[in-house]
């Protein structure tokens, strides 16, 4: 039973179905939705059918003309990204993205644990359109469920004949490897993803090229597409890109999952409508989280992920349509929100996000490897009451050499705060360093009172004590 | 003497002939070797380099970057508290002292009769069922003391379906021989797969 609403916890953990067409979540009340069985009789491999019967570039062109963002957090088109391969150059190859693990994403492993073989057609249909000799499924290390309904999906869907050799008596051919990770978030960045399939530690690599279309796995072109992206790709070859686009806006068609958690009503993940649903509608909507726990007021939200800086009730009436979303400071990211109310602590709030990134740092960036952990241990002495005054400023500081410039950040009114708009400039490669930052500096600007609450009256330590500290 | 079993090491075989590199199949290499030991030998470090066609330090490299490869004995069960944003705002800070106090240990100790290894983590994508733990890597739900308390007696009286630390799925991919496509290797391939080579567009 769900404590907090006295309703039992449906056969999906955590997904609660609303009014909005269900693309990627349809067969998400079935209790065997992940079986071949169930997935053969509500129109599955259909998809795959009709792709088979038209060329590679009309079901690439279809997909373009959907303009499916990516579901992973940089919301990049697909098809777009799908074009970034050199032509002639081969072979080509596929890697999906399932090392779903930024703090508050919960979507990838839903998919992936009840609908796998929605998720495998469409690895089979980017693989036609791009020309892709062979797909690797990464699966985050963590998720054993999933790893175990995708091996049997995968084993299945071989013996019916849709992956392997000559799928469905075409000439196309192609092996999906299950591949799985052993526990590293940095991973889930495209280039660090593709380090780990070589069998490497897990660190991104340097830019130039940005995109692993044009140099990747083995260096050769590599597709790599988000778990809910690739999903998305069935529905959009059985039902034209036409039809994807009449849900949602124009910029942001179709529907996408988003997971609010924290302290709501009804925490849950959610196929929402893409580019009108506000954060409003999904906060307090009936048929959505139905409002802030015990009738509280909000106090904060993150809105993309841990690695969004933060929005308060100023911004809930935002649309999650990026256009919008970035000029007030922040990102859609991964679809994950989580919601604080008026109770909470909220530089203890921004330390347990903080924290993580500061872990999982992978060591190769200075400014990310010894920020992160300088950030986290000036923070925790400020949250357990041993800070000083010149600690908040040494936490701008220290998020400045890895940040340099005005980071990104949400308006307040009431205090004649105006927004930063989002992106920020970095000093890292990868967005683990900012992210550790991202948290503090939102917590700083919205509720500075409540850092300068937790170092009054404490008096300046000497250098020497800073230094034993950190 | 040789690490893996015959099994495994037929196993390992069948891997490996996945990738077009064998060095890609270190890690469910290394998956393999902690899933029939419980944790990550040396001499298993050794066996991989050789499989994989590189050395034991490279795996050793590799192997020490992730979370998951335990590099000393662990329990038979591996309890690991989220500790994480949505986990922390709904009490897992209550629930990891909880959990230390019954196991008798701190966060990252094991218990005296091997069974429990007890640990803090990071976001295990459950938020919405805070605060979320994970046996061996597999979820529970919304943990009370209460509920904590019992988990522990059943697994304790093994009355519980959870595989013992090391096993992660317990249905394996197994690519048929007929419908195998085997790896396309970078080096090898120059011209485009045979379904792009389209005939004046008559597909």
């Not at chain 1, 693309?23 to 491999?45: K, M, N, P, Q, W």
Request: hydrophobic residues 35%.
């Amino acid at each position: 039973m769900n404590e907090m609403t006295g309703t039992p916890i449906p056969h999906a953990p955590g997904f609660i179905a609303n009014e909005t067409p269900r693309i990627v979540t349809s067969r998400f009340d079935y209790e065997d939705s992940h079986t071949l069985t169930r997935y053969e009789a509500t129109g599955g491999y259909e998809g795959l059918k009709k792709a088979l019967q038209r060329t590679p570039e009309e079901v690439h062109n279809e997909v373009r003309d959907a303009t499916l963002l990516g579901r992973g957090g940089a919301g990049f088109p697909a098809g777009v990204k799908w074009g970034f391969c050199p032509p002639e150059v081969w072979p080509r190859y596929l890697v999906v993205n399932g090392d779903e693990s930024e703090p508050g994403t919960y979507k990838d492993r839903l998919l992936m644990e009840l609908d796998p073989h929605q998720l495998i057609e469409g690895c089979l249909i980017a693989c036609y359109a791009v020309g892709l000799s062979q797909c690797f499924l990464y699966i985050r290390g963590e998720m054993a469920v999933a790893q175990e309904r995708v091996a049997q999906a995968l084993n299945d869907a071989y013996a019916a004949g849709y992956i392997g050799k000559n799928i469905q008596d075409s000439d196309f051919s192609v092996d999906i490897v299950l591949h799985w990770g052993a526990g590293a978030y940095v991973v889930g960045e495209e280039t660090a993803l593709i380090e780990s399939l070589e069998g490497n530690r897990g660190m991104p690599r340097l830019k130039p090229p940005y995109f692993p279309a044009s140099i990747g796995l083995y260096g050769q072109p590599t597709i790599v597409n988000n778990v809910e992206t690739l999903s998305n790709l069935p529905w959009i070859l059985e039902h034209g890109a036409e039809a994807f686009t009449s849900i949602g806006t124009e910029s942001s068609p179709g529907t996408r999952m988003v997971a609010v958690s924290g302290h709501v009503k009804r925490p849950g993940v959610y196929e929402i409508v893409n580019g009108t649903t506000t954060f409003r509608d999904l906060l307090y909507g009936s048929d959505m989280c139905g409002g802030i726990r015990d009738d509280n007021q909000l106090k904060a939200f993150v809105p993309g992920g841990g690695s969004a800086p933060w929005f308060t009730a100023d911004q809930l009436d935002l649309p999650f349509e990026a256009s919008q979303v970035g000029p007030q400071g922040s990102m859609l990211g991964s679809g994950a929100i989580m919601v604080m109310d008026e109770t909470t602590d909220i530089p203890a709030a921004a330390l347990t996000l903080t924290k993580f990134y500061a872990h999982e740092s992978c060591g190769k960036c200075v400014p990310c490897r010894e920020g992160g952990t300088w950030l986290e241990q000036i923070l925790r002495r400020v949250v357990e009451g041993r800070g000083t005054a010149r600690d908040l400023e040494l936490l701008i500081e220290v998020g400045e050499t890895i940040c340099p410039g005005d980071f990104p950040h949400a308006a307040v009114p009431s205090k004649g705060i105006e927004a930063v708009p989002f992106p920020y400039r970095m000093t890292t490669i990868c967005f683990v360093g900012p992210s550790a930052f991202a948290p503090i500096h939102s917590a700083l600007t919205l509720f500075r009172e409540e850092f300068e609450a937790k170092v009054a009256g404490n008096d300046h330590p000497t250098m020497i004590e800073v230094a034993v500290d950190v | 003497m040789k690490f893996f079993t015959d099994e495994n090491s037929e196993l390992a075989q069948e891997i490996i002939e996945r990738y077009p590199k064998s060095r890609s199949a270190m890690i469910p290499l290394l998956h393999l070797a902690q899933e029939q030991e419980g944790w990550i030998t040396d001499e298993a470090m050794a066996e991989i380099a050789e499989l994989v066609g590189t050395t034991s330090a490279e795996v050793l490299g590799t192997c020490s970057f992730y979370e998951m490869f335990k590099r000393k004995p662990v329990g038979k069960y591996v309890i690991n508290i989220c500790t994480t944003m949505s986990c922390a705002l709904m009490g897992a800070g209550d629930l990891m002292k909880h959990a230390e106090s019954r196991l008798g240990v701190k966060s990252g100790g094991s218990t005296s009769d091997g069974m429990f290894t007890l640990e803090g983590a990071e976001c295990q994508a459950a938020c919405t069922e805070a605060p979320c733990l994970q046996v061996n890597y597999r979820h529970q739900y919304r943990v009370t003391a209460d509920q904590f308390d019992q988990l522990i007696e059943e697994l304790a009286s093994s009355d519980h379906d959870v595989p013992r630390h090391g096993v992660l799925s317990r249905i394996r991919q197994h690519i048929p021989e007929d419908r195998f496509v085997r790896p396309t290797p970078p080096d090898e391939v120059v011209s485009a797969p045979i379904w792009m080579v389209t005939d004046g567009g008559e597909k």
